[in-house]
């Protein structure tokens, strides 16, 4: 039946939630396909990253092995067990980016570079920058702070710290900011998801 005690989630696909029942687990996994509606996906989505979710002590976990079908609208995974279950989008900002950065207009040292990051489904990021720094500091995806960023830069004992944040642009994702150095340099940097 169509749940009414889904948690709430900006990730969730409205429409899409619905308690199987009675409680118990179930002696062979089951496959269920809910449809979705394409138009009810939060902006930015895609509908690759959907996925069959399941409340688990009133939080949101994930079905392994769920399979989108992007021309029927369906989302298929195993049920093992009676719960709450739904169509959410899967980390919205999962994926690799790239992107550059470069000094201030005027900046005798011109500092330039690329760099780039990749945001895994748990929200973990691993980045780096490349150029005349050796990378440090944290960039803001998805609101999250203080991420490690590591780098290989060749200037000795020169750091950057970059800051800025990426956000839902159409059906991409891009970001922008500013960056610093412990020398006193500073510019900014652009940059989004790539695939």
């Known amino acids: 039946t169509a749940s009414s005690q889904a948690p709430a989630?900006?990730?969730?696909?409205?429409?899409?939630?619905?308690?199987?029942?009675?409680s118990g687990t179930l002696a062979q996994p089951v496959a269920v396909t809910p449809r979705y509606d394409p138009a009810r996906l939060p902006a930015g989505a895609l509908q690759s990253k959907l996925v069959l979710y399941k409340v688990v002590n009133g939080a949101w976990v994930a079905v392994h092995n769920s399979v989108v079908d992007s021309v029927a609208y369906t989302v298929t995974a195993p049920l093992s067990?009676?719960?709450?279950?739904?169509?959410?989008?899967?980390?919205q900002f999962e994926g690799n980016y790239a992107g550059t950065y470069m000094s201030n207009p005027g900046n005798p040292s011109n500092f330039f570079g690329s760099w780039t990051a990749t945001i895994n489904a748990d929200g973990t990021l691993t980045a780096v920058a490349d150029g005349g720094f050796s990378g440090s500091g944290g960039v803001g995806f998805a609101g999250a702070t203080n991420i490690?960023?590591?780098?290989?830069?060749?200037?000795?004992?020169?750091?950057?710290?970059?800051?800025?944040?990426f956000s839902i642009v159409g059906t991409g994702v891009a970001g922008n900011g500013t960056w610093s150095s412990n020398f006193g340099d500073a510019g900014m940097w652009t940059g989004g998801r790539i695939n």
């Not at 989630?9 to 009675?22: C, D, K, M, Q, V």
């Open 148 to 165: 490690a960023l590591g780098g290989s830069g060749t200037t000795p004992n020169a750091t950057i710290n970059f800051a800025g944040t």
């Open 9 to 22: 989630s900006a990730r969730l696909i409205s429409g899409t939630a619905y308690e199987f029942s009675p």
């Open 81 to 91: 067990s009676f719960s709450i279950y739904a169509v959410l989008v899967n980390n």
